[in-house]
DNA sequence: CGCGGAACTGATCTTAAGGT
DNA sequence: ACCTTAAGATCAGTTCCGCG
């Protein structure tokens, strides 16, 4: 066995990897594995030269996923998408093809809005998004366009917005920009940082590192607490608590009466023959 | 007060160089 | 030939500092 820097980082990851799937949380990303690996105390955060401190870890993953240790679906890139337009033979096909995908409003029309300052919080988040019939988006750190043009549309006043950054001098500056520019363009709004919080620091025994931001001319230190510091499985519980004490009525109900009418509708196609 | 420049947020991949 | 490390590329957008 060789004790190489990239064999023990591969053998960290793959380890890691198997403790997520037990965990039931794949797919995960690259951010949250390279941050549960500093936590853990198997990679530094420090730069050392110009390398990136996640490059040693993201070569390790690479090498993993093309030797097949590792599922390509385990890891999801959050800067890339597929467009897929594509019909089916008739439009009554079409239909039963996407009716899987047709969902029973659980929110009565208003749905919470779930915000992340990092793609790869919104990546995690998505499964549990799609359950429970609730948009989420990333701003993916500074951001104006994208949401005026796509996030304010969908928007109303006094909606619910559950947002996830960063604890520290940057993340709090996204925030309140967010707030702001949302704010200014669709009235106030119900918002509440769900993550991370002064509270969650405290009850999960995170400690804070110490940060620079060399726009300021003191050198900017400051204490900081990553999203990611908190496990992915803490951050998933801490969503699914709060939607479930929104809901205005049991999940399973609305998923049950969801199914039935998908049942009922896929049958009444399948009497119709080709349209 | 306006503006330019630098720094920051976010994510991942490729290529070159060095070592065995 | 293979493995490891180093360094670079790419993108949009905001915020701060300092200068004129």
């Given at each position: 066995m060789i004790e190489t820097k990239i064999g023990r980082l591969r053998t960290a990851l793959k380890d890691l990897l198997t403790q997520h799937e037990l965990a039931g949380t794949l797919p995960t990303s690259a951010r949250f594995?390279?941050?549960?690996?500093?936590?853990?105390?198997?990679?530094?955060?420090?730069?050392?030269g110009a390398r990136r401190p996640d490059q040693d870890?993201?070569?390790?993953?690479?090498?993993?996923?093309?030797?097949?240790?590792?599922?390509?679906?385990?890891?999801?890139?959050?800067t890339r998408s597929l467009a897929d337009w594509r019909g089916a033979a008739s439009?009554?096909?079409?239909?039963?093809?996407?009716?899987?995908?047709?969902?029973?409003?659980?929110?009565?029309?208003?749905?919470?809005?779930?915000?992340?300052?990092?793609?790869?919080l919104a990546g995690v988040l998505r499964v549990l998004a799609r359950r429970y019939a609730i948009p989420i988006a990333a701003t993916n750190g500074q951001v104006?366009?994208?949401?005026?043009?796509?996030?304010?549309?969908a928007l109303h006043a006094g909606q619910h917005v559950l947002y996830l950054g960063d604890l520290d001098l940057a993340g709090d500056q996204i925030e309140?920009?967010?707030r702001r520019v949302l704010e200014r363009a669709v009235g106030e709004l119900a918002w509440e940082r769900l993550a991370v919080t002064q509270q969650q620091v405290h009850d999960h025994g995170l400690t804070p590192?110490?940060?620079?931001?060399?726009?300021?001319?003191?050198?900017?230190?400051?204490?900081?607490?990553?999203?990611?510091?908190?496990?992915?499985?803490?951050?998933?519980?801490?969503?699914?608590?709060?939607?479930?004490?929104?809901?205005?009525?049991?999940?399973?109900?609305?998923?049950?009466?969801?199914?039935?009418?998908?049942?009922?509708?896929?049958?009444?196609?399948?009497?119709?023959?080709?349209?």
């Open positions: 594995l390279f941050y549960e690996l500093v936590a853990a105390g198997v990679i530094s955060k420090e730069r050392h870890m993201n070569d390790a993953l690479i090498s993993l996923r093309e030797s097949g240790d590792v599922e390509w679906e385990w890891i999801v890139d959050e439009v009554r096909e079409w239909v039963l093809d996407v009716l899987e995908q047709a969902r029973v409003d659980p929110w009565l029309g208003d749905a919470p809005q779930v915000i992340t300052e990092s793609r790869s104006g366009g994208f949401l005026h043009t796509v996030i304010a549309p309140a920009h967010t590192i110490v940060k620079g931001d060399r726009r300021y001319a003191d050198g900017g230190a400051h204490e900081a607490v990553e999203t990611e510091a908190l496990r992915q499985e803490v951050i998933v519980e801490i969503l699914r608590g709060r939607l479930d004490e929104l809901l205005p009525e049991p999940l399973a109900r609305v998923l049950g009466r969801e199914a039935a009418q998908r049942r009922r509708l896929a049958g009444l196609l399948g009497q119709q023959g080709e349209l």
